[in-house]
């Protein structure tokens, strides 16, 4: 055989590199599956990050909006300069609960006369989120 032809021997480093990669067949894919476990997990807890703030995104919108439909009934108070009864306080009870023109879910008004021409307005409702605990929002006003 012609010297030309003759394998050049490899040098003492890489014959350490050659035989230690003969022992590690299959780690490239368990290390893949490790990466993939990872960034699945990873996948999950941006799920569940979403579905909590959809979640308070709800609760929020109901907050803005029990807010808006007390500080309705306190105008519609003191445009009447008298606390309401009868057929308007049932109007403004139905509206409250009607979900489908901006009331809350299970929404009741209350009024509560703390002293002469001040009444505390509170609204009471059952959060979509978290059923079992109602939620409520109070407004202090002056009726002349």
């Not at 959809?54 to 009447?80: C, G, K, P, W, Y």
């Not at 505390?120 to 009726?143: C, G, L």
């Amino acid at each position: 055989m012609d010297s030309k032809n003759m394998p050049t021997p490899l040098p003492q480093s890489c014959r350490f590199w050659q035989s230690s990669l003969r022992h590690q067949h299959g780690s490239s894919l368990l290390e893949v599956l490790v990466a993939v476990l990872i960034v699945s997990l990873g996948l999950l807890g941006l799920v569940g990050l979403q579905a909590k703030a959809t979640s308070m995104s709800v609760s929020a919108e109901d907050r803005s909006r029990a807010a808006l439909l007390v500080n309705d009934f306190v105008s519609t108070m003191q445009l009447m300069r008298q606390i309401p009864e009868g057929t308007v306080l049932d109007a403004l009870q139905e509206r409250a609960a009607d979900t489908l023109t901006g009331g809350l879910p299970d929404g009741e008004f209350k009024i509560d006369e703390v002293a002469d021409n001040i009444v505390a307005v509170t609204v009471e409702w059952t959060p979509t989120n978290t059923p079992d605990q109602p939620a409520r929002h109070t407004t202090v006003a002056i009726i002349p």
